[in-house]
């Protein structure tokens, strides 16, 4: 395995490569935060000091392994920063419920400043996201950020969505309908802790990962899948 470290230099300009690809991307997702990106300067400049920031949390490393576990490290900071937008374009959530939100989030700040700060966050966000996942692939070739990262993205995203749906509660039935969601939320985050540490446990000579297993309980105390980790074939 090549174990010489990318230069900020490389990181960067490869970062700014897929950002321009995304343009023509067949994925609406992909083009609408590049696009956004792309052509307001001012919009790119912000995205530039954020992603550099990010990109020096990896360069920083003389070693590609440390390199490679920084960038897992990153592309969970950047799921875990879109997860509200996404949450709240997902859930379709307006008017005071919206601000019921974004208040949990951001306190006391100004509703339409709130608003603005996290559209912003999540163009970047997800634009580095794109990023990260091009680095892993074409220039780190880790596949911990590949299936397994997916797999994680989508626990978290099941996680953050009974946190979410559990704040939101207001009216009688709709506490009915998250007493499930309230009282698993502690195993799913069990669940993406756990996910975390296997990915950044890789080692990054690894190629090939399977699935996770899921191992069925017995009788009538199935609650939730029990799940073990990113096991090899």
Known sequence: MLLRAYKHARLMEESESRLEMTA?????????????????????????VHHD???????????????????????FSLIHRKALFEYLRRRQVTGEKRKKLLAVFYGCTDYTSAV???????????????????????LMLDPALDEPLTLYEEWYTEYFNAF?????????????????????????????????KAILAMPPTQ?????????EPSGDTQILKALSMFERN
């Not at 990896?58 to 070693?63: E, K, M, P, W």
């Not at 999540?122 to 091009?134: E, G, N």
């Not at 190629?207 to 191992?215: A, F, L, N, P, T």
């Open 207 to 215: 190629q090939e990962w399977c699935e996770v297993r899921i191992r």
């Open 164 to 196: 979410c749906d559990v704040e939101l509660a207001e009216t009688e039935d709709e506490k009915a309908a998250c007493i499930t969601q309230e009282s698993l939320r502690p195993l799913l985050k069990y669940r993406v802790t756990e996910g975390r």
């Open 53 to 75: 920031r990010l990109m020096r949390g990896v360069s920083v490393h003389g070693r590609l392994p440390q390199q490679m576990v920084a960038l897992r490290t990153t592309a």
């Open 24 to 48: 023509n991307s067949l994925a609406p997702a992909d083009v609408f935060v590049a696009e956004r990106i792309l052509v307001r300067p001012a919009e790119f400049t912000r995205w530039e």
């Open 116 to 138: 603005l700060a996290e559209h912003g966050n999540y163009v970047r966000c997800s634009s580095s996201y794109l990023c990260t996942q091009h680095l892993a692939e074409h």
